[in-house]
């Protein structure tokens, strides 16, 4: 009981723990996912900037491009006064206009140095108002804008500057591009990390999983020993037990034997002489009698047919106490004596067909008791019409039966109270026997016993003895009559 308690508490305390390293193995698994997406989110993201960093680079290389060949043409205009000059001028300008908007999105602003970019984008607006200025003056003629173009070096000057600027900002983007790089780097490791990290997690729980499937084996395991070692015990006292009280029934059963013949022997010897006196007291008086006097013949020979009377009672009590036929004329005439005997009582047809067998007394004791139990079972409960006691002899063993054709019964569902067939059966075979009883509802009864001779009998009951034939064969057989034999 106590080992029951703790087996189910160590499994119990198992599949807490089983739970415990299963829910945590989902979490891992559920933050592994968060971890990853996340990460994924934000790799696409920079991706995303470092792609418009690129652009934004492009762009300014761009612009720087358009500003240097819009100045070279303009340069050209106002040297040459060519107007074919003029038409990539405009363009390079439209080129500006249209990319310098780029350079107010957010994004540019959150990628440059914000004073580095105004300073960009002012010196281009001047740059170029300074150009149309000069387009404007060479177109109104003015010569003195071609000298200052010719002479002096300011458009070249600005322009490195403008380049420096320019490569400012390209260098700034490189940076931008290079942080965005390295950020990536990291949102890889995290996911790598995150990976195996998941990966690990899942060893884990498939490992503690493991581990407790295992100690829940082993648990149940031994449970299960327990409860066999439990059952071991229990059988083998019930076994014990059951000895015990076959022996018992054996002991009472011969003590009944025992106290039966004690009794026949004191009616025999006691009330017989008691009975045969009064006898002898009644026939010297009636020689007395004067021959007038025939009331009192009459009397007397009333008290003679009484006292007649009750020394037959006496003999069918002493014989039906220890059946002293049994050792003066042998089982087979007992057994008509007690078949005619019962006919004669019930009115029923009794048949019979008996071999003579060679029986020791004991066995034939116990035919005798089988047969007598049967009939007086016949005579209680079953309705019965023809009856009929066979006694037969064969090598080891002598077998006799009595079948009738009446009502039958269930012989596995016997009354708690009924003891004649238990007794029937334990004294069959404790002889070292076996007894069967065939019956059913509406299909009569046979009851057959099988009772061993000689060195038969002296082997069997060794068998018996040593636990053999347990008191479970009763169950066995009784619950599975063989059908239609009852009238056969
Ligand atoms: N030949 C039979 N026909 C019908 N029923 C029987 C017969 N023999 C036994 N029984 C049934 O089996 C029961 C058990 O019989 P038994 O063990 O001799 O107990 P008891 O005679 O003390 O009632 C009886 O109560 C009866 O119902
Ligand atoms: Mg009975």
Do not use: W
């Not at 108002?129 to 010569?143: I, Y």
């Not at 018992?248 to 008691?274: F, K, M, N, P, S």
């Amino acid at each position: 009981m106590h080992s029951q308690i703790s087996d189910s508490s160590i499994r119990r305390r198992s599949l807490s723990a089983l739970r415990l390293a299963l829910i945590i193995a989902a979490l891992c698994a559920l933050a592994m996912v968060l971890v990853n997406e996340s990460t994924h989110m934000r790799a696409t993201q920079v991706l995303q900037e470092v792609e418009q960093a690129n652009q934004m680079r492009t762009t300014i290389s761009s612009l720087t491009r358009a500003l240097t060949e819009a100045e070279s043409n303009q340069r050209g205009y106002t040297l040459t006064g060519d107007r074919r000059y003029l038409e990539p001028y405009d363009n390079a300008l439209n080129e500006i206009v249209r990319l310098r908007k780029t350079l107010e999105t957010p994004q540019a602003t959150s990628m440059f140095n914000l004073s580095t970019l105004l300073s960009f984008r002012s010196f281009m607006s001047e740059k170029m108002s300074e150009m149309a200025l000069t387009v404007r003056m060479r177109e109104d003629n003015r010569p003195e804008v071609v000298d200052f173009v010719v002479t002096s070096n300011v458009g070249l000057e600005q322009m490195a500057a403008f380049r420096a600027q320019s490569d400012e900002l390209l260098s700034q983007a490189d940076t931008y591009i290079q942080e965005r790089r390295q950020e990536l780097q990291r949102l890889l490791n995290v996911s790598r990390l995150g990976l195996v990290a998941g990966v690990l997690a899942a060893f884990v729980a498939f490992f503690l999983h493991l581990k407790q499937t295992r100690a829940m084996q082993r648990a149940s395991e031994a449970h299960q020993n327990a409860l066999e070692a439990e059952r071991d015990a229990l059988e083998s006292q019930v076994r014990e037990r059951t000895t015990r009280l076959a022996e018992l029934a054996t002991h009472l059963q011969q003590a009944v034997e025992d106290e039966r013949a004690h009794l026949a022997r004191e009616l025999h010897d006691e009330l017989g002489a008691l009975l045969t006196a009064a006898k002898l007291d009644v026939a010297r008086l009636k020689s007395r009698l004067p021959p007038d006097a025939t009331d009192l013949a009459e009397r007397l020979k009333h008290l003679t047919e009484t006292l007649n009377q009750g020394i037959a009672l006496k003999r069918r009590i002493i014989e039906d106490l220890r059946p002293s036929s049994l050792s003066n004329l042998g089982l087979v005439a007992s057994l008509e004596i007690l078949c005619r005997e019962f006919a004669d009582r019930s009115g029923l047809h009794v048949q019979t067909a008996l071999e003579p067998v060679e029986l020791d007394s004991a066995a034939e004791l116990t035919i005798y008791r089988m047969v007598q139990e049967a009939l007086t079972n016949i005579g209680k409960y079953a309705e019965a019409k023809n009856i009929r006691v066979v006694l037969k002899n064969y090598v080891y063993h002598a077998e006799v039966s009595i079948t009738d054709d009446g009502r039958g019964f269930d012989p596995s569902a016997l009354p708690q109270s009924s003891h004649g067939l238990v007794g029937m059966r334990h004294r069959v075979e404790a002889g070292g026997g076996r007894l069967d009883i065939n019956s059913g509802a509406g299909r009569g009864t046979r009851i057959t016993g099988t009772v061993p001779r000689g060195q038969a009998r002296a082997q069997s009951q060794l068998a018996t003895a040593s636990g053999a034939m347990s008191v479970n064969s009763y169950a066995r057989e009784t619950t599975s009559p063989t059908p239609d034999t009852a009238h056969g």
